[in-house]
T-cell receptor, first 112, second 110 residues
């Protein structure tokens, strides 16, 4: 099992560009999460999903969109990238009432 | 005031020392995570606790639900233990979301 995979690992965007960060899991977990971690700071929740077709906002959703059409995939879309979105983005999963959280390796994004 | 507070924020020690990192929380919880993040690296779950004590190798985690407090101990510390250690809790209300502490940066010098 690959667990949680994220692509790309690194990306540099120009201001105003758009991109999609991919997250895929093969553990059949129903919960999926997107976090961002700014340099030297803690993790902040952007969006989460409790199952296919269901998503909800976290602490810092502005500037992002998500969709969850399948159990496996939870892409994060950045529209009109801004320097404030320079961060490391982590995807994570969890299965039901098991509180163990599994993190992907992260995507390091720089917006210049 | 943050719902999850860690202390110390930074800790430097010599190889071989016994390390303790503390986590206090102000809300009821369903479970508590200790996470490890190496510089520039990913995040690994070390422990998930809802009561008592767990041990993996040189790492021990304890939780006191009544006191709303958890500790992470490292015995015989090694430079490879240098990392940021993060405490995070699942609340029963809104149980879908983790609440994170600010992290403790541990540096072990050889």
């Amino acid at each position: 099992n690959a667990g949680v995979t994220q692509t790309p690992k690194f990306r540099i965007l120009k201001i105003g560009q758009s991109m999609t960060l991919q997250c895929t899991q093969d553990m059949n977990h129903n919960y999926m999460y997107w976090y961002r971690q700014d340099p030297g700071m803690g993790l902040k929740l952007i969006y989460y999903s409790v199952g296919a077709g269901i998503t909800d906002k976290g602490e810092v959703p502005n500037g992002y969109n998500v969709s969850r059409s399948t159990t496996e995939d939870f892409p994060l879309r950045l529209e009109l990238a801004a320097p404030s979105q320079t961060s490391v983005y982590f995807c994570a999963t969890r299965q039901g009432q098991n509180y163990e959280q599994y993190f992907g390796p992260g995507t390091r994004l720089t917006v210049t | 005031k943050n719902e999850v507070e860690q202390s110390p924020q930074n800790l430097t020690a010599q190889e071989g020392e016994f390390i303790t990192i503390n986590c206090s929380y102000s809300v009821g919880i369903s479970a508590l995570h200790w996470l490890q993040q190496h510089p520039g690296g990913g995040i690994v779950s070390l422990f998930m606790l809802s009561s008592g004590k767990k041990k993996h190798g040189r790492l021990i985690a304890t939780i006191n639900i009544q006191e709303k407090h958890s500790s992470l101990h490292i015995t015989a510390s090694h430079p490879r233990d240098s990392a940021v250690y993060i405490c995070a809790v699942w609340r029963p209300q809104g149980a879908q979301k983790l609440v994170f502490g600010q992290g403790t940066r541990l540096t072990i010098n050889p």
